[in-house]
Structures are given as C-alpha cells and as structure tokens.
C-alpha cells in the first residue's frame, strides 16, 4: 500500500494542504475544529512526513519547552532558575509556559511548542500525563519532572516525597513532639498525596494519631492553619508541631505564630518540604527537607540534551530529599510557658 501524502490527509480532512502543514507544525493560528480533523485524519491514515520535509521540520531549533504548574512562588521560580542556568550554558533557549493544573490548557500549551522546540521538559504533577502523551509527538524528547505514573516510559526525574515525609515526621517524633498536625497540598497533586503518605507512615509506625488539616501549597493556607492552632495552645493535648506539605505554608504559619507572639519551636514546632531559599532567612530558619530544586532543573535539562543528541533515555531518576534541621525544631517543647497561652 502507498504511503499516506499530505495531499491525502488534506482532502481526507477536506482542508487545504496549507491547513495541514500548518497543524502538523504546530502553528496556533488554526481554528480548533480543523486541527482536530486534520489530527484526525493523519492518525487514521498513519501519514508519516515526506523525508526531505521531514529533515527540514527537524532542522535544530536551539529551543526547548518548558511546561510548569505555575510560574507563582520559589519552588518554581527556583526550578526555572536551575533550568535557565543550565540551558543557557548550553546555548539553548527557553519557551516557558504554565499550566496551572488545567489539562486543555496543558494540551493546548503542547500543541503550541510543537514545531517550535528540540524538546520539552514537563512537571505536571497534577495532570494524568498518559493524556497529555497524546498531544505530544513519540519523536519528540521530553524529559518529566515529578509526574505521576504513566504508560509511556519517558525519562524522568522523581523526588522520593514518601521517604522526605517520613524522615521529616520521624525528625519531629525524634525531638519528643507527638501531636504533630500535617497540612497537606491540594487535593489531585501526586506529590502532595505522597508527602501525606510519608507522613501517615511515620505516625502509624509510632502509634500515633495522624491530624491533617487542608492546604494548597500557597502561604495563606499556612496563615489559615495556624488560625486554627492558635485556638488549641492552652490544650495539653493541642499540637506541639506542625509539618506543612511545603515550606510557604510553613513559613506563612510561622509569621502568623509571630505575630500572636507564640514562641517558635517552644510552643510549637514548625516544619516544611522543598528547602526554597527564603525558609534559611526568616527567623527562626526554617526545618526542611531539601530536594535541590535548581539542581533538578538543571538536571533535566542535562538529560533532554541527551536525548536531542539522538541518546535514549526511559530511566525514572530518583532524588532523595535531604533533612535540613534549623531553628524552627530545635528546642525542646515548654508549652507552660506564658508565650504558648497569648492567643493574639
């Protein structure tokens, strides 16, 4: 059987063929009814590029996408960071978008690179990455960061949050804290239900209680947290520490114990995840695990180089999170003291 043409995909589409080289190349100025035809229509046909245009359309681009969750906050101005740093020393440049958790506008952020980058690095762990796969060329190099599992097998980096959580909760248990409250990340977020399952783990293994109060990764819900905790320090039996899904929520928790004049890790302690650099600058400085977050970046980018060069790569890389003991844990509990009674 002859080889599907684009002339075929176009009268199959019933679109030009303009329109066809236009979608195949990743152009966003076509209608969402047509490149949906045009997709269609090459799947159905198994089109495969002519070679000489094909060489053409894989001519270097010098560029790489870059999909985030966000591009709010240090996590992910650190992750860029280390992204940038490592792209830049190798000539390339940065197409940056965010999807803020919304997997259309994820789709539709690939569907935009396509055509326009050597290769793309995702973090998406709040989106099924099967599904995004689906808008993305097999021969296009992609490097994932934290995602959740998938069916592809595309090279990944993936921070151990179960084993961070544990070692943070057994941190605390190990400084005689024992009813120490967890707020968790958003609902739908891979690493967020992973830090909750470190956590659970560590307190079971003790006998203790597990208390989770909601969070969303941002400062606020820290504020909101410590709302809540504020109303329990004359409780003997109120928390003595709380482990916060990320530092931001932690570090908005710890501002609003301040300003209630709570002493902190006296009354309570406070602890966080990610080790962004404001958690070593605040006072007290703020217990974390570190997991290296610009490293990470510019690990990815080291290995979707890799893969552009023609390499192969379908290893899941894991990055164990280091515990980082500061200020925030380091004193011993005395909630007799007057500080853990002012309510504020």
């Known amino acids: 059987m002859a080889q599907a043409t684009i002339r075929d995909v176009a009268r199959e589409a019933d679109v030009s063929v303009a329109s066809v080289s236009r979608v195949l190349n990743g152009h966003s100025n076509v209608r969402a009814a047509v490149r949906e035809r045009v997709q269609a229509a090459a799947a159905a046909l198994g089109y495969v590029p002519h070679a000489g245009a094909r060489n053409l359309s894989l001519a270097k681009t010098n560029a790489i996408g870059v999909m985030l969750p966000d591009l ?27 999807a803020h958790a919304d997997p259309a506008r994820a789709v539709e952020t690939l569907r935009t690179l396509r055509g326009r980058v050597d290769g793309v690095i995702i973090m998406a762990p709040d989106l099924d990455p099967d599904q995004l796969f689906q808008h993305l060329p097999a021969s296009l190099p992609a490097v994932l960061i934290n995602c959740r599992d998938n069916q592809e097998g595309r090279a990944e980096l993936r921070v151990d949050n179960v084993a961070g959580a544990e070692a ?128 990470i970046g510019a690990r990815a980018v080291a290995r979707l180089a890799a893969l552009i060069a023609g390499g192969v790569d379908r290893a899941v890389e894991p990055r164990i999170p280091e515990l980082i003991v500061r200020e925030s844990t380091g004193a011993t509990i005395n909630k007799e003291q007057p500080a853990c009674r002012e309510q504020g």
């Not at 906050?73 to 650190?78: I, Q």
């Not at 300003?259 to 995840?273: D, E």
């Open 72 to 98: 709010h906050g240090e996590f992910f101005s650190e992750t860029a960071r280390g992204i940038d740093s490592e792209a830049s020393a190798r000539g390339l440049q940065l197409l940056l978008s965010n």
């Open 168 to 295: 943070m909760t057994e941190h605390l248990i190990g400084i005689g804290r024992r009813n120490i409250v967890h707020l968790s990340g958003p609902d739908g977020n891979s690493e967020a239900a992973a830090r909750l399952e470190g956590y659970r783990t560590a307190m079971a293994r003790h006998g203790l209680t597990p208390r989770v109060l909601p969070g969303d990764f941002f400062e606020e819900a820290g504020t909101a947290a410590a709302e809540t905790l504020l109303r329990e320090l004359d409780d003997p039996d109120g928390a003595d520490a709380l482990f916060a899904a990320n530092d931001m929520m932690a570090i908005g928790a710890m501002m609003r114990f301040r300003r209630a004049g709570v002493a902190v890790p006296g009354c309570i302690a406070i602890a966080g995840f990610d080790d962004v650099p404001l958690a070593r600058l605040i006072s007290p400085a703020l217990t974390t695990m570190r997991v290296g977050i610009a490293g």
